[in-house]
């Protein structure tokens, strides 16, 4: 048996694990753990179900796991707690997404990194630490330009009768849904954000249709004035993306940044391929 390294980026969605063993890595993909919606035992089923069997006789000595709401530290201790009783590797860090965006787009550099995924997030790096972060508020009351943020408003959209003709029919081609079951799957439901966040793709389905444009531009919008705005180095320093929303909207992020006369930096629909090579 060989002595591995298990690198996690979690987000609430979905989340990515590369097993690194030498030069090979290997994939694995699992359902997001955010610790603000799942308990330890919760966390540990998830990962003695879909992802132990995948991992063979691989025997993990260090574990980098990077996730949503792990910035806060009982959050943190709670995904730590349920990795210690799945794996006995010698090493285990648990730190936040957006350190994992970090250093997945930047390395050992300097710059703005932002998460536009289910959720959204933005800091500034310095290349080694996270020197100034501005936490995101969540679904209800923050996480601008996210894909539960741009799925709020498709649904809003749709409940007001704001679409015109040709996009309702869509709309209820596509999801064959009713106010009821919106409004309980939001409301009494668990994971709204991720309910939420599964309307986003009818956005870059319907490209090019005026509402769904402003719809696009508006949420991104927000999250530039809100957040990137809010680091003097955005001026100076590149900004740089990951996440779904980031790379199926790169065209508009990348209209912003010069609008806002910011330094487009990379734009990258997952920080995995960074995250191996930095633990590599």
Not at 15 to 20: G, P
Not at 38 to 46: F, G, K, M, P, R
Not at 131 to 144: A, I, R, S, W
Not at 191 to 213: D, T
Request: aromatic content about 14%; hydrophobic content about 35%; proline content about 3%.
């Amino acid at each position: 048996m060989s002595l591995v390294k298990l690198i996690a980026d979690s987000g609430a969605t979905k989340a990515e694990w590369c097993l690194i063993n030498g030069k090979k890595k290997k994939s694995i993909f699992t359902q997001g753990i955010s610790p603000y919606f799942l308990n330890t035992n919760q966390i540990s089923a998830i990962l003695r179900n879909e992802l132990l069997p995948f991992l063979g006789k691989a025997e993990v000595g260090e574990i980098y796991y990077y996730g949503t709401g792990c910035i806060n530290i009982p959050n943190a201790n709670i995904v730590k707690k349920a990795l210690k009783s799945v794996f006995k590797a010698g090493k285990i860090e648990v730190t936040h997404d957006v350190m994992g965006a970090a250093r997945g787009l930047y390395g050992d550099d300097k710059g703005v990194a932002c998460i536009l995924g289910t959720g959204s997030s933005a800091c500034y790096y310095n290349g080694k630490k996270i020197t100034n972060n501005k936490p995101g508020l969540g679904y209800v009351l923050g996480d601008e330009g996210s894909g539960a943020y741009l799925g709020k408003k498709v649904v809003q959209y749709y409940l007001y009768e704001t679409f015109d003709e040709e996009l309702n029919g869509r709309f209820e081609l596509k999801f064959n849904t009713s106010k009821d079951i919106i409004l309980d799957n939001v409301y009494k439901k668990p994971m709204a954000n991720r309910y939420l966040a599964s309307f986003a793709p009818f956005l870059s389905e319907n490209r090019g249709h005026y509402m769904v444009e402003n719809i696009i531009e508006d949420s991104l919008n927000d999250f530039f004035f809100q957040h990137i705005c809010k680091f003097r180095e955005s001026w100076t320093q590149p900004v740089s993306f990951v996440g779904g929303i980031s790379y199926y909207f790169k065209d508009v992020l990348q209209d912003l940044c010069s609008s806002y006369e910011f330094t487009m930096g990379k734009i990258l629909k997952n920080p995995m391929e960074g995250l191996s090579e930095y633990h590599k």
